[in-house]
């Protein structure tokens, strides 16, 4: 396999993936301005917005310069049910994308990001995704905090 084709499937997944598998859903700004890690970011999930996925989901964090992972001394890159997360009281869930854990944030919804001048970008994975619900989920917003 090709370096192109490895790095192409490490973002977006396997190529060729059917919808009834797998779907990849962006999570843009509430501006649709692009995110930078010059500042730091929620995605806020209620119970009646969670990702309708029958397997699993996770929102996985990504830097716009070569569309890896961006490394952090945590190495955690995604939120979700294939890696960890926790809910709030009322089952919704509140990630957030910032150099350090906001207090009052579990740290298994705190995605870490170094600050700097950087694009980073942040997608939805849902694994054997429910398609009729999907087809009106709109996926979470990413609002600027600073």
Sequence with gaps: MSLELLTIQSVVGPIGQ???????????????SPM?????????????????????????????EN???????????RVGENAEFK??????????????RPEGVPQENWLPTPRGDYGIYIIMRLYS???EQFSNWPPPIARKLD
């Design 18 to 32: 059917p919808a009834t598998e797998t779907v990849y859903p962006p999570i843009v700004t509430e501006d649709g």
């Design 36 to 64: 930078n890690a010059m500042h730091s970011h929620d995605v806020t999930m209620s119970a009646d917005a969670m990702p309708p996925a029958k397997a699993f989901w996770s929102a996985t964090l990504y830097g716009c």
């Design 67 to 77: 569309g890896f992972f961006l490394p952090n001394e945590h190495f955690k890159h």
């Design 87 to 100: 809910l709030d009281s009322e089952d919704g869930i509140r990630i957030v994308i910032s150099p350090e």
């Design 129 to 131: 995704p429910n398609l």
